[in-house]
């Protein structure tokens, strides 16, 4: 077994080295290897101080995630930390790279701390939906008070070194070489004769009353919208005014309350999905390790569209030089002023500086024609949603690059498969379907054909790494997985829920209340109705839904209510405000399709309203899954806590799915098959997995490659 801590003695300084790769997680085995050299240091009087570090990048970036659901092995870290609070000679912290939750912790049960300039410390545990465990909420608020250590826990966001020293986290900040700083920080500990200063001694000077707990929380709202940890984060803040052993229980207490909390085995099962997300796509491990990706450094993007242009900016703000072409110049003019527009926004969101944002500015260049992008080591095509002008686009894309040159096209519904037929070369075709705003997005769907080489799909991978994006792999069908769930399944039913009698304001409101980030109406309208119009205009072209299937929505766009953009759509939007008012003429065009189609409208409660949307999204991600569009029901949760605003806190809907149960799922699914419409046809799959008792994740494990 490789020695994951390393000790040596430099003159009076024993230098503890952790060598963990890659981010020198705090393990069990990097715990007891603490331990012992720890051990060994005391009993060496040579040492008058002791110095911590790390190899590589990160200080630490906490504890080893995959031991959560184990047993902990001894020696614990609180043990550690212990050992060296107590310790009888100065113990030190040098800090480089990240130092996050577990590893921050370490270092604030050292005596003293020091920082590369460059480092970031913070304690992320809220992301995952437990508190820290390790002596943090009890040791950060003796170091930079209450307060500060409310919001430093709330946000999850690590603060650089100054700010770290201006709180009092750490007492120098390192301008060079940090090991060599750490050194002479403590040899000046030992001349001027100063000992041990352990923070568990430290008290607290401020406290928290409801008024700074309340404006505490109001930065975080949005992030912790239906969330609970952030109250077990207050209680032990608060507990950290008592002595250091009875907070430290009650922290321990609290932080194996939030560890089995369904709030944090959702936001763990999606931290390891984005993990895993990709890995079961086909592509086998030994042949991904064949593959070579090619050094991309050069991008063309095909439409100067919103999408195009925000796909432009992802990969510039990449570092990558981006040529832009369109065949119409009042386009590329537009997406001049749009990117000057969102890069000018940042700077004055303070974001980015002015100069950062000139410099990605000048990385962005049009190209005349399609011929000056050959030289190109990736080409996305983003021109509008149409059949025949795409696959026009890709067979001249085909004729002026170099065969080996992937052609992504950004649809998000047409058949790639089709697409990719307009070309000689269909094996490095495949889709890279981004999201509004494609720079901001966190997801990336690659849509792989049954032609897509291994080549071409690694290069998609090394887009996602490149653009630091989630990549999820879909097969080739109608809306890949994200956009066929939301088509056929939530904003189908929510349409459906128009016609029987409930609002749109009252629809948006109820998901929103579940969790969502926003309703459907209300991403309608923000995308523009004819967005999906012309996506089901596309459709039909090659397959069928019975009516009703978004007579609404494109209704709305026969009559030029296209959403936000023009002032109308769902709702109104007054003087180009963004808020949605509720707009009577749509409520009278629902009631008179209604009783076109001889539908009976009545009230509707808001929970028959979250729980048809949300089934239905259940059962066509189960449709989905077993006809192998999604590789895994994870995957499926990916992208819809990535890409579609599914509560994260929730799992994403296969996640969510197991924990009401698939017996519950199905027993509701066939209520309303029962009482409503044919498409409510329970998936086979659920049926299946009911049946033996199981579920979407013990189904994910059976089908993993061996």
């Not at 998000?412 to 697409?419: D, F, H, K, N």
């Not at 806190?649 to 029962?674: C, K, N, W």
Request: proline share 5%.
């Amino acid at each position: 077994m490789a020695r994951t801590v390393t000790f040596n003695q430099l003159g009076p300084v024993g230098l503890i080295c952790i060598d963990n790769p890659p981010v020198n997680a705090i393990s069990h085995s990097v715990r007891l290897a603490l331990a012992d050299v720890v051990a060994r240091a005391e009993k060496n009087p040579g040492i008058k101080a002791l110095l911590i570090m790390s190899e590589g990048s990160p200080f630490s970036a906490g504890a080893d995630i995959t031991e959560f659901d184990r047993p902990e092995g001894e020696p614990s870290l609180q043990q550690v930390q212990a050992a060296l609070e107590a310790f009888p000679i100065p113990v030190v912290a040098a800090i480089h790279g990240l130092a996050l939750g577990g590893g921050l912790e370490l270092a604030m049960a050292c005596h003293y701390r020091l920082a590369h300039k460059d480092a970031k410390l913070g304690m992320p545990e809220i992301t995952l939906g437990i508190i820290p465990g390790a002596g943090g909420t009890q040791r950060l608020p003796r170091l930079i008070g209450a307060r500060a250590a409310l919001n430093m826990i709330l946000s999850g966001t690590p603060i650089s070194a100054p700010e770290a020293k201006t709180k009092g986290l750490v007492d120098e900040v390192a301008e060079d070489d940090l090991r060599n700083a750490g050194l002479f920080f403590c040899e000046r500990l030992v001349q001027e004769g100063l000992g041990p200063r352990p923070t568990c001694s430290r008290t607290v000077t401020d406290g928290l009353d409801e008024a700074e707990i309340a404006s505490a929380l109001l930065p975080h709202a949005r992030a912790l919208k239906g969330r609970t940890t952030q109250e077990l984060v207050i209680e032990a803040i608060k507990a950290s005014k008592l002595p250091f052993s009875q907070g430290i229980a009650i922290e321990a207490a609290l932080a194996q309350k939030s560890l089995a909390s369904r709030e944090s085995l959702a936001l763990r099962h999606v931290f390891f999905a984005e993990r895993e997300s990709g890995k079961s796509s086909g592509v086998s491990a030994v042949e991904a390790k064949r593959t070579l990706s090619p050094a991309i450094h050069r991008v063309a993007v095909i439409g100067a569209g919103t999408m195009g242009s925000g796909i432009a900016i992802a990969f510039a703000d990449a570092g990558l030089e981006v040529l832009l072409n369109d065949n119409d110049p009042a386009s590329l003019i537009r997406s001049r002023e749009r990117i000057h527009s969102t890069y000018a926004s940042g700077v004055r969101r303070g974001r980015i500086h002015q100069n950062v944002a000139d410099e990605r500015i000048r990385r962005i260049r049009n190209a005349r024609t399609l011929a000056d992008v050959a030289d190109a080591d990736l080409v996305i095509e983003a021109v509008f949603e149409d059949r025949e002008l795409k696959k026009d686009v890709l067979s001249k894309l085909d004729s002026v690059l170099p065969p080996q040159r992937l052609i992504a096209t950004n649809t998000s519904t047409l058949s790639v498969s089709e697409l990719a037929r307009a070309t000689a070369h269909p094996g490095r075709v495949l889709g890279l379907h981004f999201f509004v705003p494609a720079q901001a997005s966190r997801l990336l769907e690659i849509v792989r054909t049954d032609h897509s080489s291994p080549e071409s799909l690694s290069t998609a991978f090394c887009v996602a790494k490149l653009l630091k994006k989630v990549a999820v792999v879909s097969r080739d069908a109608f809306g890949f997985i994200g956009n066929r769930m939301m088509l056929d399944g939530y904003f189908r039913e929510a349409e459906q829920l128009l016609l029987e009698g409930a609002t749109p304001i009252q629809v948006d409101t109820a998901l929103e209340n579940f969790g969502f980030a926003m309703g459907p109406q209300r991403v309608s309208d923000l995308g523009g109705n004819d967005v999906g119009t012309k996506a089901r205009v596309q459709l039909f072209k090659r397959e069928k839904r019975p009516d009703p299937y978004f007579v609404i929505a494109d209704r709305l766009t026969e009559m030029g209510k296209l959403g936000q953009k023009t002032g109308r759509g769902f709702y109104c939007y007054e003087n180009g405000s963004r808020e949605a008012m509720p707009d009577p003429e749509v409520n009278n065009l629902i009631e008179k399709l209604a009783f076109e189609r001889g539908i009976s409208r009545h009230e509707i409660g808001n929970e028959e309203i979250v729980e048809r949307c949300i089934l239905a999204l259940i059962n066509v991600g189960a449709m989905v899954l077993e006809e192998g569009i999604a590789a895994r029901a994870a995957d499926i949760d990916v992208v819809w806590t990535s890409g579609y605003g599914f509560p994260r806190h929730l799992g994403g809907p296969m996640f969510y799915a197991d924990t009401l149960g698939l017996s519950e799922v199905l027993q509701r699914i066939r209520h309303y098959h029962e009482k409503l419409v044919y498409y409510w046809r329970p998936a086979t799959l659920i049926e299946r997995l009911a049946s033996a008792g199981t579920s979407f994740e013990q189904w994910d494990r059976a089908s993993a490659p061996r």
